[in-house]
Every structure is written in structure tokens, then in C-alpha cells.
């Protein structure tokens, strides 16, 4: 049974930032595509960063440099580094794994079978 457990969102002010953490338990495969998507009420689902089994990230192109994607695999966690935060990152923001490791996509969120239940950040 997987879990993903997000923790670390919040409210805070433009310019500022923020670190988010996932939690992960039950993956028995190695290296999976982990990743950060975010949605808006009224909008779908959008990927922020993947990261595959290698450790390659990509990035959405809005992210720019603020963001940094990390995983630890001794804790089962994944990391989302944001600085520089503006309105527009305003959002709910999900953890989420597939059963690959690599072709880790942003746009397809069909291709991730495990979801964290989000975490709410409010930028002012």
C-alpha cells in the first residue's frame, strides 16, 4: 500500500519561499518518477518539476530558476525548494509517483498511479 505524505506548505509573502516535503512508504521498486503538479480551483492539474530514477530533473518553464527539486532516498522523501515566490504560485500543491523511472513526464499526470493528498500554498 503507497503513501505519500506532503507536509510544509503555507501562507507567505511574494518574494519569499518555501520548502515542501513527501513523504513516501510502500514503494518496493527502485528509483521511481517522482514529481510536484499543482492545481487551482477551476484549472487543471499542472506539473511543476519530475525527477527520474537518475536524478534528471525537469522543470515547468514557469518555474525558471526558483524552484529546486531533491530526493533523499535514505529518508523516502521527496523536495521542493521554492524561492522567490509570486502570486501566480498560489496553489494546491501534490506529490506524486509512477511505476517507471524514466520518461518522467510533466504533462501527462496519467502516468503517476500514487498521489499525495496536497498541500496548500498561499503566496500575498
Known amino acids: 500500500h503507497v503513501q505519500l505524505v506532503e507536509s510544509g506548505g503555507g501562507s507567505v509573502q511574494a518574494e519569499g519561499s518555501l520548502r515542501l516535503s513527501c513523504e513516501s512508504s510502500?514503494?518496493?521498486?527502485?528509483?521511481?518518477?517522482m514529481g510536484w503538479f499543482r492545481q487551482v480551483p477551476g484549472k487543471e492539474r499542472q506539473g511543476v518539476a519530475v525527477i527520474n530514477r537518475d536524478v534528471i530533473k525537469t522543470y515547468a518553464y514557469f518555474v525558471g530558476t526558483r524552484f529546486n527539486i531533491t530526493k533523499d532516498n535514505a529518508k523516502n522523501t521527496l523536495y521542493l525548494q521554492m524561492n522567490n515566490l509570486n502570486t501566480e504560485d498560489t496553489a494546491m500543491y501534490y506529490c506524486a509517483a509512477a511505476t517507471t523511472s524514466y520518461g518522467c513526464s510533466l504533462a501527462l499526470t496519467s502516468r503517476y498511479a500514487y498521489w499525495g493528498q496536497g498541500t496548500q500554498v498561499t503566496v500575498s
Open positions: 510502500g514503494i518496493t521498486y527502485r528509483g521511481p518518477c
